[in-house]
Nanobody, 126 residues
Framework: QVQLVESGGGLVQAGDSLRLSCAASGRTFSSYSVAWFRQTPGKEREFVAA????????NYADSVKGRFTISRDNAKNTMYLQMTNLKPEDTAVYYC???????????????????RGRGTQVTVSS
């Protein structure tokens, strides 16, 4: 059993930066593919970024490419999402998710992840 807890959300202005963290319990975090998703009311949850267990490969949604950076520290059982040049359309609840060594083509799909956090709110004002 793995528990994921997000932190770092808040209210910022457009153009600001914010770093989200996702802390994982358990001793097998280094074996997990992990990702960030986000959701706004009335919309489907969307993929933001994913990272493979070693951290050697990442994947981003086009809407955040060049602005967001996903990373992980397996020694600390923690994943991060560094967000820069934030825009009002980035406003959402951000969720982290994990599962054991997912095939790359499935890492963009919420249903592929069996471990999911409760989310942290990010609000970007214009």
């Amino acid at each position: 059993q793995v528990q994921l807890v997000e932190s770092g959300g808040g209210l910022v202005q457009a153009g600001d930066s914010l770093r989200l963290s996702c802390a994982a319990s358990g001793r097998t975090f280094s074996s997990y593919s992990v990702a960030w998703f986000r959701q706004t009311p009335g919309k489907e949850r969307e993929f933001v970024a994913a990272i493979v267990p070693s951290g050697a490969s990442t994947n981003y949604a086009d809407s955040v490419k060049g602005r967001f950076t996903i990373s992980r520290d397996n020694a600390k059982n923690t994943m991060y999402l560094q967000m820069t040049n934030l825009k009002p359309e980035d406003t959402a609840v951000y969720y982290c998710a994990g599962n054991v060594r997912l095939p790359s083509e499935t890492m963009v799909t919420w249903e592929s992840y069996i471990y999911r956090g409760r989310g942290t709110q990010v609000t970007v004002s214009s």
